[in-house]
């Protein structure tokens, strides 16, 4: 099935580990701006040097450098076969401009699916967040546990914890989803896009009842 697909969630709400299952599920590449910055940072190229700065405060990157990213991103053959952005868009001036770039390429979004999680169990999920240096994999240290502490299970790579996930920037992230990111819940719901899911209990289920909706709204 080829299909167009935007998750929206707060900080922490799995969108990254529920990316990986369901670009699998429906075969679509996964397009997350976050890995794309991180990437550039780790790099240490001109794009990562400017996102850096913004990313280490819990900040947006500025519209102009994502739009231009994601443009470049959704030019890309693979996407033709569909995609699942994670972390993109981040703000009405984004979904706007996503719109504009679909509406180039001569396609549209199938659905939005709004990842809800409550505040308390962000701060757990992202205080125990590790990630493989190595492959990219997301752990959890007490959800998600690598056999070998701080060693990737999958590629036997060094798992770190990333920089904006102190709790100062962790509460300034979510400053900023309440502030610019959730109203896209109604911008997608007034198009008839929005799906919401509960993202609480375990990741599979998420995933089950996540692929379910996702059937259910593209049918
Ligand atoms: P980004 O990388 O997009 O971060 P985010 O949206 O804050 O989301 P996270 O990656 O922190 O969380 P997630 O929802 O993917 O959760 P995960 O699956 O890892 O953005 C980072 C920064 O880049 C931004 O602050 C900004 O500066 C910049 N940026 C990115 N996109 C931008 C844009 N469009 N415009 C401007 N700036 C942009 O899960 C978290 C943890 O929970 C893991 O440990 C996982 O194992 C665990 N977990 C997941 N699901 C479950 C479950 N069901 N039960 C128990 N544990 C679970």
Known sequence: MKLRVVLVGPPGAGKGTQAQFLSAQFDIVQISTGDIFRANVGNGTKLGLEAKKYMDVGDLVPDSVTIAMVNDRLAEDDVRHGFLL???????????????????????????????????????????????????????????????????????????????????????RLEVYDEQTSPLVSYYAERGLLVALSATGDVEGVTARAIEALKRATG
């Open 86 to 172: 994670d972390g993109f868009p981040r703000n009405v001036e984004q979904a706007a401009a996503l719109d504009g770039l679909l509406e180039e390429l001569g396609s549209g979004l199938d659905a939005v699916l709004e990842m809800q999680v409550d505040n308390d169990e962000i701060v757990r999920r992202l205080a125990g967040r590790r990630t493989c240096h190595g492959c990219g994999q997301i752990w959890h240290v007490d959800y998600d546990p690598t056999k070998v502490e701080g060693v990737c299970d999958t590629c036997g790579g060094e798992l770190y914890q990333r920089e904006d996930d102190q709790p100062a920037t962790i509460r300034r």
